[in-house]
């Protein structure tokens, strides 16, 4: 059986992962106490035949109860119950500015005061243990619902393997570096399409764009050490049974020399049989 513990930060989009799950065939329970957990467990096992693959969200909304998440792991973790954890994260002022639009109350609004901002820094304290221990994180902060289900069903469809499975993200650093990167790379220092205007209204999954970076003399050097460094090290990160790595590559808008590079790493890694995914998270930014 497949099962996966749900959590992170009130607001970052956990009840639209839940939905992404579903749509791609797992049972979801929104909610349930950490203690439960453990109990849910064995139920699910009892019907495996037809609950194969089990989401649970469990967050802070459980109040006091949510204090027994790790006690809940453990004893997952002492029955040799396998499982995973996925951690939804978003930044402080994305949440803030979420809450305010929705209106909602934050779960630990009212220990506060009703202070939002302080609810959400609360929380995130309250949860670094969790981050620090989840098997995949996602940040949310500049992500479109449509590539959050993209992303869970990347992670997801052919997680039976165990495989470390490798993710590739472009971004522009003008709208932030990607809070779930593990490696980031800066690639600003290369040749730059954009001063051509020809080329600046393209992408760099656009031939002529990709031409352009990739058959610059800077670029085959970087190229060469950016390919021997994650070759090196993937199979360091697997040995440490490190369930997703996260590449992130950034020039300054995430429309051109990083998206060529990202998508590179990641036709790369396919050909070498390795489980990866690439989203360019802000091409199509203007």
Do not use: W
Not at 67 to 80: C, N, Q, R
Not at 202 to 216: I, S
Request: aromatic content about 8%; charged content about 25%.
């Amino acid at each position: 059986m497949e099962f996966v513990v749900v959590t992170g930060l009130s607001g970052a989009g956990k009840t639209q992962a839940m939905h992404a799950m579903e749509d791609i065939g797992f049972f979801c329970v929104d909610n349930l106490p950490p203690a439960l957990i453990p109990v849910f467990y064995d139920l699910c096992v009892k019907s495996e035949d037809i609950m194969g693959r089990v989401a649970v969200v469990t967050d802070t909304r459980g109040g006091e109860l949510f204090k027994s998440f790790f006690t809940a792991m453990e004893a997952l973790k002492h029955d040799k119950k396998p499982y995973k954890i996925l951690f939804l994260d978003a930044s402080d002022n994305v949440l803030v500015r979420r809450f305010k639009e929705t209106r909602r109350k934050h779960p630990l609004s009212d220990d506060l005061n009703g202070s939002l901002e302080q609810a959400v820094k609360l929380e995130r304290e309250m949860l670094k243990p969790m981050r620090e221990s989840s098997d995949y994180v996602i940040d949310t902060s500049l992500v479109s619902p449509a590539q959050l289900r993209s992303r869970i069903a990347q992670l997801f469809l052919n997680s039976a393997e165990d495989s470390l499975a490798v993710h590739c993200i472009s971004f522009g650093f003008k709208y932030g570096v990607p809070m779930e990167s593990d490696l980031v790379f800066d690639v600003r220092c290369l040749p730059n399409p954009f001063y051509d205007e020809n080329l600046r209204p393209l992408t760099g999954l656009d031939a002529p764009v990709r031409d352009y970076v990739m058959e610059k003399e800077e670029t085959k050097g970087f190229v060469a050490r950016f390919t021997d460094m994650v070759d090196y090290l993937l199979p360091l990160y697997a040995k440490e049974g490190k369930s997703q790595l996260v590449i992130a590559v950034g020039c300054t808008g995430g429309h051109h020399r990083s998206v060529a590079l990202a998508q590179y790493m990641h036709d790369h890694l396919v050909q070498k049989g390795v489980r990866a995914s690439v989203t360019h998270r802000d091409m199509q930014k203007h």
